[in-house]
């Protein structure tokens, strides 16, 4: 399949010039993927230390009074709240994104999510405050959720926008690389505090991951504080081609498209964040293994995923975005019953290897590509509003539900995850078919092109 460029991604592509890039230019796309690597390193940080506690912790810190199926419901629905208030947060500070400039907005992301974050650590219990502790922790959760809102479409927008065109592919990945360095922080945390005795860990333990959030809050301020605004942006600013309403411009011009697009994220939102979200509870209650199990497993998959996620990126500028993702869907699909099949053999070895070949080698050939098949598909005018509303409404509809579904039906299914399994596996389809449905993106690569790539680098559109 030979790739092919949209005529509306107002992206250039290699063979459309040879102007060479200065030095300046090298570093402004070097200092914007690092800014948008940073603020995705916290986002998942917050994000595992959130599934994590909600599976471990917060069903009997600030839900005890309630069956214990019925708490992890409670704590579950409280993770899914977060994505419910994502689209609301996404949406507002993406539209500021568009008009004002991508780098004010990613500043002010990473500050809603680390108050939130710290905030969780210094929440007392049930037992200290009664109903006003989840009350505060919801509240909290909606913080988290306004600013992770508009993180990773803000994250996958500068690193899309900086990159050189036969490039954009492998730094438009980065931020997913970024999500994976932060689960591998949080997990080795995690699994630190999880070593203490159960009554310390459920006393103060599980706090101090999230007090910790501060030094990585501290370290994605300074990095994009210095990060330059992309040079996109600036020349829409510049020539006043800007939206009143960008989502809504984005939306009226290609309906179908963004439907299709919020279509092709639903197996790694279901997968992903069924194992991420709900695994850590299958194998505590269903199966009877520590907590330290799943932990492990994830962290493993995520240190993986730091490597395979770049790789996945650099092979869509070579062969297309939609071959990478397609493969990736498909494989999900064959792979969802197998890999509960590992999973309930109980042996710590083969669970690791059923979420290291999941996450690794198939929801991440999806997820690496999705920033930038997302990016190419929208101008740059609407382009954060329009990224950050196909992700949300997929985190509503398909992610913050995941792990509610997941124990409504491993509970319905008795205690057994089939249909689960099926789930993932629809899921996986359901994504192979939107992206399969959807114009490639990626430049075409001709030997010209390739050649001209080697002598010189592609400037960001001006």
């Known amino acids: 399949m030979s790739p092919k460029t ?3 991604t107002h992206l250039p592509s290699a063979q459309d010039t040879a102007a060479p890039l200065a030095m300046s230019a090298r570093t402004r796309q070097r200092r914007t993927a690092a800014a948008s690597v940073v603020g995705s390193i916290l986002e998942w940080y917050d994000f595992f230390l959130f599934g994590a506690s909600a599976a471990l912790v917060f069903n009997k810190v600030f839900f005890p009074d309630i069956s214990p199926l019925a708490a992890t419901l409670a704590s579950f629905a409280t993770f899914g709240l977060g994505f419910a208030v994502r689209p609301i947060g996404g949406l507002i500070l993406a539209h500021l994104g568009d008009r004002i400039g991508r780098r004010p907005v990613l500043i002010l992301t990473v500050v809603l999510m680390g108050v939130g974050t710290l905030a969780i650590g210094l929440l007392p219990t049930y037992h200290q405050i009664g ?39 492998f730094y438009g990945s980065l931020p997913g690389a970024g999500e994976f360095i932060g689960v591998v922080i949080a997990s080795g945390v995690v699994a630190a505090v999880s070593t203490l005795p159960e009554h310390d860990f459920l006393d103060w333990g599980w706090r101090i991951p999230f007090l910790g959030s501060a030094l990585v809050v501290i370290i994605a301020l300074l990095i994009r504080n210095a ?46 964040y069924a194992i991420q979200g709900y695994l850590p509870s299958y194998l505590t209650n269903q199966l009877g293994l520590s907590s330290g199990t799943s932990v492990l497993g994830i ?44 999973v309930d053999t109980r042996e710590p070895w083969l669970i ?14 999806i997820f690496a590509v999705t920033g930038t098949f997302y990016a190419e598909s929208l101008p740059t005018e609407v382009r954060y509003s329009g990224l950050v509303f196909v992700r949300e409404i997929n985190g509503v509809i398909f992610a913050g539900t995941s792990p509610f579904v997941a124990t409504l039906l491993v509970d319905t299914g008795g205690d057994r995850p089939w249909y689960l399994a099926g789930y993932m596996a629809a899921a996986g389809l359901a994504s192979a078919l939107c992206v399969w449905a959807l114009p490639e993106t990626a430049p075409v690569r001709t030997e010209a092109a390739d050649a001209a790539a080697q002598r010189t680098e592609v400037p960001a559109e001006v």
């Open 299 to 342: 962290t493993i998959a995520s240190a993986v995923s730091i490597l395979t996620i770049p790789l996945a990126g650099a092979l869509s500028d070579r062969v297309g975005r939609k071959p990478v993702m397609i493969s990736g869907a498909v494989a999900i699909t064959l792979f969802a019953y197998p890999f509960f099949w590992l």
């Open 131 to 169: 109903i006003w502790a989840p009350v505060l922790l919801v509240l909290c959760r909606m913080l988290q959720g306004f600013g992770v809102g508009a993180e990773l479409g803000g994250a996958y927008v500068m690193s899309t926008e900086a990159a050189s065109a036969e490039k954009r592919g």
């Open 352 to 365: 690791y290897l059923a979420i290291t070949i999941a996450f690794a080698l198939m929801l991440n050939s």
């Open 6 to 8: 949209s005529e509306s």
């Open 227 to 272: 990060a330059p605004e992309t040079e996109q942006f600036e020349a829409t600013r510049d020539s006043g081609k800007r939206e009143k309403l960008p989502v809504l411009a984005a939306i009226k011009a290609r309906p179908k498209a963004i439907a299709l697009l919020i279509g092709s994220g639903c197996a790694t939102a279901i997968a992903s």
